[in-house]
């Protein structure tokens, strides 16, 4: 992670879809064009309003380089992710990617407290999106970045791009002021299912105003990043047991670097408890790993890693290769090489199927 | 399947609680006053984590007529006769330890041992029990296992698995130096005091979510006494995760694992990898088995996956309901690693069960336990005011 890697010509068998890349922006300036003068004022000063104590930085500093591959940053000193060119000649055409889907994590759309700001927010990252990237590179692919917490901003949004195909999903953040289950979001759930995208959650640096565990805040980076696997769990239980799939059958959602070797665990011990437990979830009417196997899609990197390879074949059997994608997390410092990801030989059909053909069927990719 | 051998060791079986009137005999007289003035001893002290008439606090045929589950005699006729245990390790999972009120918390965790002392390992020989403190404060919690620890029939101290703070922040270490130092393992077990909300987005609406939820809190645990140096500061301590489950286990090995080859300069002190530091130091009792009920091959597998025949210790998690009849033990287990888990992990994990003549002082009457800080009663029974 602290070696730049070499750049090999792309000399695949396969191309990939990668289903976790993170662009960012030189400066925030760069939103100025699609935001209104009230919002460019207000950003210019007061800056962004988030349920943290540090403004500008996150509060468990990563452990190399900003959280960043040291080899991603560009010469003219913008931030990794910022340079499209060199997104190009590192990842996507060293690495074969046929499509790949933008996740713009943002200070502002997700996790902003003012919501007529983070309305705004959204909708400028949005057509930023357009412009910066899918329009200049046909292989990516944008998100609907929503303000989540004001379902009817949201709802507004994703109705504004659900014709553009250049959107392929409605993403949200899993650290909610609510567990992402309840009502409140179910506006978002109805136009997702309506517009026939999914809703990609993806795990999030900023709190909805809640401690990273249900315990409490950890004291180190290692912990807040396990906590992350741990609060995608506690998501897919929530959407479960509140009754979203029964709601929304036609809703499909995708886990994005939460991990996804704990699904089998955590689908035994919700299929356990709920049938102990039904009298109080009526409205859940079959086991939740049924739930699970149907309407959620999981993205691999940061993948597991056991000491014996083969325990992971055992782990996506489980779960059922229909649902694995392949991802990267680009240009972050976790990201996953898809020559080094599975230590355990692939079958061809398997391996088209993660890397590429899931992926593709789920976004209906040409 | 049912226990193919008699004499093994049941490591988490819940009495019921006693409510605060049947604690007045056992406090000083100061909080006998307040305890009574305020009314305080009309309140029942259960836990939101587990309402007892609900269907997994108890079993149907495990659940008495009147009283709640958890009475001696049904702990003898349902547990200790017909598994012909050896011993059980009694967790009273008393509400004292949700008082906002540290001193008052403390005061009613020492009656509550006092209480299982007299009522439960007195009458009953083959109980043992854990020692209940106030979470919220170390110091007392760290003086209460002085306290009681002369008294070994208490063989471990008993934390709730979501609390204020993940369990291996510093604020908690003279818990575990007090606990190390009398040879008493620590026991993390499922429940939460609900001082922040039990996931990271908020509260869910049920409980099946909370009680589901658990084991992400056991993750979250495990990782904090690992990455915040508890396991390498006290070596001789033993930590025993109880009621949390335990197929969840390989994922937090293997990604515990990969995070830590990625950022093991944050956290120097573990000098190895995480997985094998667990392996070493902290053991899992048994229910509830959450694996595919009718897929013995799934649970084998998980096993394997877990890598280790020494982690797992028997336990019923009496009277909550993982299990039908004498079947306590799931499909799919090999004959060494039951046998192991009956009798040798438990024996390994508590040095107390070993004593060849159990010591049967009582708590606070061992002349050689240092003073506790008040004024308390003495710990022979008192007449109620």
């Known amino acids: 992670m602290n070696v730049a890697l070499r750049e090999p010509k792309a000399v695949q068998r396969l191309t990939i879809v990668d289903c976790d890349i993170h662009p960012t922006w030189r400066t925030p300036a760069e939103l100025y064009p699609f935001l209104p003068q ?10 962004p309003f988030v349920r943290q104590g540090l403004a500008g930085q996150l509060p468990f500093p990563r452990m190399m380089a900003g959280g960043m591959r040291v080899d991603s940053f560009p010469q003219d000193g913008s931030p990794p992710g910022a340079d499209l060119e060199l997104m190009r000649r590192q990842h996507l055409d060293a690495n074969g990617v046929e499509a790949g889907l933008l996740i713009a994590l943002s200070r502002g759309g997700l996790e902003e407290r003012n919501l007529d700001f983070a309305a705004a927010l959204s909708s400028a990252i949005n057509d930023w999106q357009l412009e910066r990237w899918v329009r200049p590179e046909p292989r990516l692919r944008a998100a609907i970045v929503v303000p989540q917490e004001h379902p009817e901003h949201a709802v507004a949004e994703i ?65 807040e990043h396990f906590a992350q696997a741990s609060g995608m769990q506690n998501t897919i239980m929530s959407l479960v047991f509140e009754g979203v799939f029964e709601r929304f059958p036609g809703l499909r959602v995708v886990a994005i670097e939460g991990g996804l070797a704990w699904a089998p665990a955590l689908c035994w011990r919700m299929d356990k408890h709920w049938e102990r437990m039904r009298s109080e979830v009526p409205h859940v009417l079959r086991p939740p790993s049924e739930y699970v196997r149907e309407h959620v899609w999981f993205t691999t990197q940061p993948v597991e890693e056991p000491d014996n390879p083969e325990h992971m074949a055992d782990i996506l059997g489980w779960i059922g290769w229909d649902r694995i994608m392949f991802s990267t997390d680009y240009p972050h410092w976790d990201y996953d090489d898809p020559r080094q990801a599975f230590k355990f030989p692939l079958t061809g059909e398997r391996r088209a199927r993660v890397f590429r053909d899931n992926a593709k069927a789920l976004y209906g990719l040409p | 399947m049912k226990l193919p051998i008699a004499g093994a060791i049941d490591c988490d079986l819940h009495p019921a609680p006693p409510g605060a009137r049947a604690l007045l005999p056992y406090l000083d007289a100061f909080w006998r006053d307040q305890i009574t003035n305020r009314h305080i001893e009309r309140m029942p002290f259960t836990l939101m984590s587990y309402p007892p008439g609900s269907p997994f606090a108890a079993r149907p045929d495990w659940r008495p007529a009147s009283e709640p589950p958890g009475d001696l005699d049904g702990i003898r006729r349902h547990v200790l006769d017909p598994f012909a245990l050896r011993y059980a390790i009694c967790n009273v999972l008393h509400g ?46 760290a003086r209460e296992i002085e306290r009681v620890a002369p008294d070994r029939r208490f063989v471990q101290v008993l934390l709730l698995a979501m609390g204020e703070t993940p369990l291996g922040r510093r604020v908690h270490w003279p818990i575990y130096a007090a606990a190390e130092k009398h040879g008493l393992a620590v026991a993390i077990h499922a429940g939460s005091t609900y001082r922040v909300a039990p996931t990271y987005a908020g509260w869910p609406s049920h409980r099946v979510e909370d009680y589901v939820a658990q084991s992400t809190a056991f993750e979250t645990q495990l990782l904090s006494l690992v990455a915040e140096g508890v396991l390498q500061r006290f070596p001789g301590l033993k930590v025993v995760m109880s009621e949390g489950g335990f197929t969840w286990l390989p994922n937090w090995f293997w990604r515990a694992g990969k995070t830590w080859r990625g950022v093991r300069p944050e956290v120097p002190w573990v000098d190895r990898a995480p997985a094998e530091i667990v392996r ?51 499909e799919g287990l090999g004959g060494d690693t039951i046998r192991r888990m009956l009798v040798d992990n438990p024996l390994e994990t508590y040095p107390r069960l070993g004593d060849p003549a159990p010591g049967r002082r009582r708590a606070g009457a061992s002349r050689g336990a240092p003073k506790p800080a008040r004024k308390r009663g003495t710990v022979a029974r008192k007449e109620a005011p």
């Open chain 2, 280 to 330: 070493d130091r902290v053991r899992f009792t048994l229910q509830p088995v959450d694996a595919p009920a009718g897929d013995p091959a799934v649970l084998r597998r998980t096993l394997e996956h877990i890598g280790s025949d020494r982690l797992l210790l028997f336990s019923t998690d009496y009277p909550h309901w993982h299990f039908e009849g004498e079947d306590a033990l799931p």
């Open chain 1, 159 to 223: 109705e504004r791009r659900a014709a553009d195909p250049a959107f392929v999903q409605v993403m949200i953040s899993p650290r909610s002021s609510d567990p992402l289950g309840h009502r409140r979001y179910w506006p978002i759930y109805a136009a997702a299912e309506r517009c026939n995208k999914p809703v990609a959650i993806h795990v999030a640096g900023f709190s909805g105003g809640h401690a990273s565990t249900g315990t409490g805040w950890p004291t180190y980076y290692i912990q």
């Open chain 2, 96 to 141: 004292a330890i949700a008082l906002f009120n540290e001193d008052m918390s403390a005061a009613l965790c020492s009656a509550v041992n006092d209480w299982t002392a007299h009522e439960l390992l007195d009458p009953e020989p083959r109980l043992r029990a854990a020692i209940l403190v106030p979470p919220q404060n170390a110091e007392l919690a």
């Open chain 1, 38 to 47: 009230r919002w460019r004022e207000h950003m210019a000063a007061w800056g």
